[in-house]
């Protein structure tokens, strides 16, 4: 998977310092739909909300810092979009094969 250098993440420095951090979350954006590598890490799902509500706090950060846009408004629009996805209950959960060197 090649990306341009403007779309390349990297993990901050505070989190490589740490030997007890945790990835809990990979995603894409793959054939015109989202792709993602998860891993339950927490005991309480709660705890994956709260970081999904502050993931978005932290998006709508980088749509005004990015692209110029009102940060508030940006926050909310990516809280409807959840909103769409959670009201129609009908995303689907595919599972496929991770392991390094498989073919599906």
Do not use: C
């Not at 990306?3 to 954006?29: H, I």
């Amino acid at each position: 998977m090649s990306q341009p250098e403007d779309f390349k993440l990297n993990t901050p420095d505070s989190v490589a310092a740490d030997p007890e951090a945790v990835e809990f979350t990979r995603m894409w954006w793959s054939k015109g739909e989202p792709v993602m590598s998860i891993k339950p890490a927490f005991k309480d799902p709660a705890e994956y909300g709260r970081m999904l509500a502050i993931a978005a706090r932290h998006m709508a950060h980088g749509y005004a810092v990015r692209h110029g846009q009102d940060e508030r408004e940006a926050y909310h629009r990516i809280l409807k979009g959840m909103s769409d996805i959670i009201k129609a209950d009908n995303a689907q959960t595919v599972v496929e094969d991770t392991k390094p060197g498989s073919v599906q």
